[in-house]
Nanobody, 114 residues
Framework: QVQVVESGGGLVQSGGSLRLSCAAP????????MAWYRRTPGKERELVATITSGGRTNYEDSGKGRFTISRDNAKNTVYLQMTSLKPEDTAVYYC????????WGQGTQVTVSS
């Protein structure tokens, strides 16, 4: 089963920016609709943004207008550019296919200080 590797998280002040990356091995990556998810302690993992194989994007209200999802199929990588970060964006961020068909990675911790 394909396991993804997320990176790019860190500690940032409120209003700052981060760019997350997710590498997914396998030749079928370009055919997959991909998604970013996040989880905070005590809560279920929630959807943040999706991108289809053709590049169409969709965002949950939590990140609309502040987050941008993109992909580079030549690198088997999906990105999440996050701007105007808020303390409530603090979470572990994960990527997977929209169908959650990959094995979950370790995620990458994003901490936004006020």
């Amino acid at each position: 089963q394909v396991q993804v590797v997320e990176s790019g998280g860190g500690l940032v002040q409120s209003g700052g920016s981060l760019r997350l990356s997710c590498a997914a091995p396998g030749s079928a990556f370009s055919t997959k609709s991909m998604a970013w998810y996040r989880r905070t302690p005590g809560k279920e993992r929630e959807l943040v943004a999706t991108i289809t194989s053709g590049g169409r994007t969709n965002y949950e209200d939590s990140g609309k207008g502040r987050f941008t999802i993109s992909r580079d199929n030549a690198k088997n990588t999906v990105y999440l550019q996050m701007t105007s970060l808020k303390p409530e964006d603090t979470a572990v961020y994960y990527c997977n296919t929209v169908l959650q068909s990959y094995q979950w990675g370790q995620g990458t911790q994003v901490t936004v200080s006020s």
